[in-house]
């Protein structure tokens, strides 16, 4: 089982990424996802979620609006797009795959707002 986290990086206040979470060793299709964001000296938190069938979606209230997740089953992959970044989004985010039995973590990919 693998999730492997790509498309973090230094972005000044204001701008824009987009993560990527590609999957593999389960049944993605059958899996919800989230992405959760730890940043130092802070717990984790949840960011965003989204059902299995992409149909019912989630966010924290600071990332309403600002952010938005999505998934392609057909390439086991799910998406965050993260537009109006601020200098507190400065985390490593995880992403997460949860059925109800197992739960499986990526490693992480690092995302720094800065000027």
């Known amino acids: 089982v693998q999730l492997v986290e790509s498309g973090g990086g230094l972005v000044q206040p204001g701008g824009s990424l987009r993560l990527s979470c590609v999957a593999s060793?389960?049944?993605?299709?059958?899996?919800?996802m989230t992405w959760y964001r730890q940043a130092p000296g802070k717990e984790r938190e949840l960011v965003a979620g989204i059902g299995s069938a992409g149909g019912t979606t989630d966010y924290a209230d600071s990332m309403k609006g600002r952010f938005t997740i999505s998934r392609d089953n057909a390439k086991n992959t799910v998406y965050l797009q993260m537009n109006s970044l601020k200098p507190e989004d400065t985390a490593v985010y995880y992403c997460?795959?949860?059925?109800?039995?197992?739960?499986?973590w990526g490693q992480g990919t690092q995302v720094t707002v800065s000027s």
């Open positions: 997460n795959a949860w059925n109800g039995f197992f739960n499986y």
């Open positions: 060793g389960f049944t993605f299709s059958t899996y919800a």
